[in-house]
């Protein structure tokens, strides 16, 4: 939210377990981040499991933080 207001852009990333508390935060907030979600659980998974999981969000993510140019 602070970055956003400073015209940074930013957002999260988290599983999807925590969609609905990341949507009760952003209401109370009054605030709707960028959000990509990716498979939950995210721990116990081997290397080639976290890399495809990152291969297949790239994209998302860093069209939440990249600016489209003028």
């Known amino acids: 939210?602070?970055?956003?207001?400073?015209?940074?852009p930013g957002g999260m990333v988290a599983t999807t377990a925590f969609e609905a508390a990341a949507r009760a935060q952003?209401?109370?907030?009054?605030?709707?981040?960028?959000?990509?979600?990716?498979?939950?659980?995210?721990?116990?998974?081997?290397?080639?499991?976290?890399?495809?999981?990152a291969d297949d969000a790239v994209d998302a993510v860093l069209g939440m933080i990249c600016l489209a140019p003028d």
């Not at 952003?26 to 290397?47: C, T, W």
């Open 1 to 8: 939210m602070d970055l956003d207001g400073r015209g940074i």
């Open 26 to 53: 952003s209401d109370a907030l009054g605030f709707e981040p960028a959000v990509v979600y990716v498979p939950h659980p995210i721990q116990d998974r081997s290397d080639a499991e976290i890399r495809a999981i």
